[in-house]
Structures are given as structure tokens and as C-alpha cells.
């Protein structure tokens, strides 16, 4: 095997990870520049939808009791 190979399923898992981590970065980018701070249980649902624990649909839907939203 190739020292340079990557099995294409890890580079999808990487390319996926890092696309989240790009939207959670623009949107905690966007969100500061409004001069709202996110709450750390927000960060750890960020988190979690970045390790690709969570989707999209269940990161922006949980309720404000789950993740306190916006500080």
C-alpha cells in the first residue's frame, strides 16, 4: 500500500468532519459579530454535531433547555 494512500471512506469521514467544522466556524464567526456570545452548552452541541454525533436537523432543532442557545 502507498505511504500517501488514504481509503476513500476515511477521506470522506475527513472532508465531512472538516466541512462541519467550517460551518460551525462561520456560523460562531457570524453569531460573535452580531455581539451575542454562545453558551458553552451550545459549544459542546457544536462540537457534538461536528464529530458528527448529532446532524444538522438535530443541532438546530433541540430545544433551548438542551444547549441554553445564545448567552
Same mark, same amino acid.
Request: with cysteine; aromatic share 8%.
Given at each position: 500500500? *502507498?505511504?500517501?494512500? =488514504?481509503?476513500? /471512506?476515511k $477521506?470522506?469521514?475527513? $472532508?465531512?468532519? +472538516?466541512? $462541519? +467544522? #467550517?460551518? =460551525? &466556524?462561520?456560523? $460562531?464567526?457570524?453569531?460573535?459579530?452580531?455581539?451575542?456570545? %454562545?453558551?458553552?452548552?451550545?459549544?459542546? +452541541?457544536?462540537?457534538?454535531? %461536528? *464529530? &458528527?454525533? %448529532?446532524?444538522? /436537523?438535530?443541532? =438546530? *432543532?433541540?430545544? #433551548? &433547555?438542551? &444547549? +441554553?442557545?445564545? /448567552?
Amino acid at each position: 500500500m *502507498n505511504k500517501g494512500y =488514504v481509503p476513500s /471512506a476515511k $477521506r470522506q469521514a475527513e $472532508r465531512e468532519h +472538516q466541512a $462541519r +467544522q #467550517d460551518a =460551525v &466556524n462561520y456560523a $460562531r464567526a457570524s453569531v460573535e459579530l452580531e455581539g451575542f456570545k %454562545i453558551s458553552a452548552g451550545c459549544e459542546a +452541541q457544536a462540537q457534538r454535531y %461536528i *464529530n &458528527n454525533e %448529532i446532524s444538522l /436537523a438535530e443541532f =438546530v *432543532n433541540m430545544p #433551548d &433547555n438542551a &444547549n +441554553q442557545g445564545l /448567552a
